[in-house]
């Protein structure tokens, strides 16, 4: 009943056009719809907490793999946020053993030809991967734990850390370190003309790290981009990870330029303040900005809904799901959205991979206005199997083996966690012949199929970016955590946490294309997640 | 109309007997008046996330020293616990600077002879302290912080993070390590018959603290207590000041005991269960034993109310209240009752404070039984100004001093936050005219009278152990901090959690002698908070 409510109501919104424009003109149907459809994404599951999260004994040599997730429920895994959480407790160590080996699903990931997204631009794709890496954050060395905040915080310019937020600052006017190259302002780079971190840099965690693990690439990831030219022109940044692509720079780059343009506009009109004062209120600001940009133009994006869900202040603070955040491992999994990635990006020529990630001189070269309105024009892959690029096939492995290590259930499991259907076929899961031959070759049963397979693997129509399951999934744990964040509480989202010049800077601030157009030439082409 | 209706609840619950022992007899009216209840005082004031914390810059030699808290909002303040909370923004430094200096506040607070309480034993008392102890914990270098878990975690005897916990655990069977001293189990002895810390316990944070700072004090925080005798008997405990009082003793060791119990009959119906599952299996019963306790006995005993509160799992989940717990600073001065210390304790002789404090030996001469008895027969002291022993003036002053620093609000200020009519004179505010002409000539207007003095100088009926504005501020920052343990979620609460050993013993703990009977000889005599 409930779900065939939900499918009716799933296909309901994604019709009727002059209904939704009528409901959307109308002030007080507009705030109810908002209400009414982010609580039914939001309660399409059990909130938290949960009772199993990954804590348990650590793996060793000695134990299987598998052990890493308690079967009962501890205090610690309660409410220690270092060991990530999770959805459902884990799966019998017998399902997880009969499962293909890992290796064995390369073929079913990789790409042949790109299959572009009909409704998602390159642009889309590089902005989610720069969202997502700030919150998902497996600990390197200790798949049961993250290093996460747990919140939408834009850690990826202010940092992990008050002390790294210390070090990224520039000490006067709220400012954050930013340098000027041809006329354009950028965050400072990270290598001195020496080839050596400089000197005020030393101390950020991830440069420590680096450097005690004598492990040079933790700030390119990739040998091919370990040369001098392309450090040399690597931006400091709040995460490891801050110049992976020419996109993530970029991005990054024009919520830096926010937060300077910010912190001088409110230093002429409040004079009066001091570096503090000015720095966390321009940080209090871009972060209300980056969280209607989120709800507005990239969860928007996201959906087949003709109506526009939108941040309404001090509701969330009322619901059920109102809760304490926390990253569970099935957030973490499913947002392996690899195949948005192109496997090239054309800018005047066509560019590899390894052109345009971890070189920012790319950013000189073209500047930013060029490469958003390239990124807006070229299409992002459809998330789906046979659609990964190559470069990121042993990513999808290794994800493969991290879901065996956590004992993920099977989508099906996970369909019936969000209140849906299981499926009861491998056609009604993929719609598609050959690829429910394939997947009945590997798997044998629907209800085998593993879960951040299941999720690519679900047939859609062609203006849905993601598939049911993983549309629920993904709206659940984001209207749950992002809506949470402080900033939106009753209390607390009015002028005296912003200010004046924060408060119209967040009412102008919508898409991602305001921010931008904000913050760049006045010859800025196209910027958008829509094709 | 609220403040009225308020006052007319509270005077309503505290009569009618007849009318209360009916609503307590149907099972439907009890949960619907124990949800109001507990509604009422929660939602008395604003929910959390409140804008503002301790949070601020450091004082230094060159700031004064009210500058710690800022007048702005920042993430930091926001996200980061380990900054203090707080209800109301810092008040004006000029209010701050116009009190009189806390050393001449120092008789206002001196007891003569004690005032005996009308209501509580002095085993409440010390309870009390043990309770609070545990998440009441100003960091001691940076009073803008602290150490605190901000849960009911019973860290008195787990410790305060998952290190401390490993080292007090004896690593079989889920057991706390423990020793037998004729015939009776108590935490094992911190020391060595060489008088130096046992080599197991070194690794313990507040141990390596003590090393580090050359301050073997700190076990026992008082000179006085510093002698071989004195440091022999004393308890490893998850606190520093884990044996403040042979009562703290006391207390900790018969939850070690409900531990160490829960675990050998956990282990008789689940001999297949290892060391960790016991462990957490019986910690988190015990925990929740803790609850039961706080919520039916030692809240019920504070209340002057003839329904008594009870806990019911799953309900709090739904509440607007339910909300990430964080200690506010206010909660953290209000509950400095010192008063209610006995100045002598009479254990066949009268001892002196300097005999009850830090002596355990007293634990193995008379008994565990003897001492809870004597506590439940002897009063504490009445919750009031011209009350606290002399041992404890000096932190009187300095909890004055604290509030100064944290530049809290006045008196009247917080009985506005919590939606109470502020007093309009002395007289109103004491109902005792010496009194109101002693805070006149030290105040001048009611509305400079600061917080902690003016909750002290409540009156109130005899049957009250608090005042109004204390009663409504404990009240809100209890419930909705304990009712949110995710212990009692809906989804948690459950013989999963517990186990079948773990259900009949939280089913049969309500008031905290059931705890103590199951635990002490049968010859044991009163337990009780209620003389």
Request: glycine fraction near 6%; charge should be neutral; charged fraction near 25%.
């Amino acid at each position: 009943m409930w779900q065939l409510l939900k499918k009716w109501g799933t296909n309901f919104s994604s019709r009727h056009p002059g209904f939704w424009r009528f409901v959307s003109s109308v002030p007080f149907l507009r705030r109810l719809f908002n209400r009414v459809f982010i609580n039914l994404i939001s309660n399409s599951t059990k909130p938290r907490p949960h009772p199993f999260s990954l804590w348990g004994p650590k793996a060793t040599a000695a134990t299987p793999i598998g052990s890493a997730s308690a079967n009962y429920v501890s205090w610690t895994g309660l409410v220690d946020r270092t060991y990530t959480g999770r959805h459902l407790p884990a799966a019998d160590q017998s399902y997880v053993d009969a499962l293909p080996a890992p290796e064995k699903l390369r073929a079913l990931f990789q790409r042949q030809q790109l299959t572009p997204c009909p409704k998602s631009t390159a642009l889309f794709g590089f902005f989610a991967q720069w969202f997502t890496d700030s919150f998902l954050r497996t600990d390197p060395n200790d798949y049961r734990k993250n290093t996460s905040n747990h919140e939408i915080d834009l850690c990826q310019i202010y940092g992990l850390n008050a002390a790294d937020t210390k070090i990224l600052r520039s000490g006067t006017g709220g400012l954050l370190r930013s340098e000027m190259i041809d006329g354009n302002e950028y965050p400072s780079r990270l290598f001195g003309d020496d080839g050596l971190v400089k000197p005020e840099f030393l101390d950020l965690k991830y440069v420590v790290r680096a450097t005690r693990d004598l492990n040079p690439d933790l700030f390119t990831n990739q040998p091919f981009a370990n040369t001098p030219e392309r450090k040399r022109n690597l931006f400091v940044s709040g995460l490891e990870r801050g110049n992976s692509t020419i996109f993530y720079s970029a991005i990054s780059t024009i919520f830096l330029r926010e937060h300077n343009r910010l912190c001088r506009e409110m230093h002429k009109r409040h004079p009066d303040w001091d570096d503090d004062r000015l720095f966390e209120t321009a940080r209090n600001t871009n972060i209300v900005e980056l969280l209607k940009i989120i709800v507005e133009d990239y969860i928007n994006h996201l959906s087949t809904a003709l109506f526009r869900v939108y941040v309404d202040p001090g509701f969330a603070d009322a619901q059920r799901w109102y809760r304490t955040n926390r990253i569970a491992a099935e957030f973490d999994l499913l947002y392996r959205w690899h195949p948005l990635a192109p496997t090239d990006f054309t800018l005047d020529t066509t560019l590899p991979n390894e052109e345009f990630r971890y070189n920012n001189a790319l950013l000189f070269k073209y500047g930013i206005e060029k490469i958003f309105d390239e990124g807006s024009k070229q299409h992002a892959g459809r998330i789906m199997l046979h659609n990964t690029p190559p470069f990121l096939l042993d990513a999808e492995v290794a994800a493969l083996q991290k879901a065996r290590y956590w004992r993920l259930q099977s989508y099906n499991a996970y369909r019936e966690c969000f209140d849906l259907k299981p499926m009861s076929s491998f056609e009604e899961l993929t719609g598609d012949k050959a690829l429910a031959a394939e997947l009945k070759a590997l798997y044998g049963k629907v209800d085998n199929v593993e879960f951040t397979v299941g999720l690519l693997a679900e047939q859609r129509p062609a203006n849905a970016v993601l598939g049911e399951t993983m549309m629920f999934m993904v709206g659940a744990d984001a209207f749950s955590q992002a809506l949470t964040s402080p900033l939106l509480a009753n209390v607390i989202y009015c002028e005296d946490c912003f200010s004046d010049v924060g408060m119209e800077a967040i009412e102008a601030t919508s898409a991602f294309a305001d921010i931008v157009r904000r913050n760049t030439k006045s010859t800025i082409g196209k910027v958008s997640f829509d094709i």
